[in-house]
Nanobody
Framework: VQLQACGGGLVQAGGSLRLSCAAS????????VGWFRQAPGKEREFVAA????????YYADSVRGRFTISRDNAKNTVYLQMNRLKPEDTAVYYC?????????????????WGQGTLVTVSS
């Protein structure tokens, strides 16, 4: 599967952005998908994940309550709605996917990665 992330940009603190991750491949609906981010000078960190069905989601503590992950399998797309953005959310955001026909998604290892999209939050 190939992944294409988009939707990044420059936004003021408190604002919102929606990232999209479009996938190729007819079996995308059987993949769990995650969002990760990497800020300058820092290691990549987990942000959110969603199961193949959309029935299970999981968030990092730093974004829980502000970010929402969702998916539209008919469109082979996963979204990350980011609200109440903070300067510390500034990073390159990556989407990743792995075959996983389960609603248990904690601690998954992701096999396929897209290119990143830059999110910059100004104070």
């Amino acid at each position: 599967v190939q992944l294409q992330a988009c939707g990044g940009g420059l936004v003021q603190a408190g604002g919102s952005l929606r990232l999209s991750c479009a996938a190729s491949g007819r079996t995308f609906s059987s993949y769990a998908v995650g969002w990760f981010r990497q800020a300058p000078g820092k290691e990549r960190e987990f942000v959110a994940a969603i199961s193949w069905s959309g029935g299970s989601t999981y968030y990092a503590d730093s974004v829980r309550g502000r970010f929402t992950i969702s998916r539209d399998n008919a469109k082979n797309t996963v979204y990350l709605q980011m609200n109440r953005l903070k300067p510390e959310d500034t990073a390159v955001y990556y989407c990743a996917a792995t075959p996983n026909y389960s609603d248990y998604i904690v601690g998954l290892i992701f096999d396929y990665w897209g290119q990143g999209t830059l999110v910059t939050v100004s104070s």
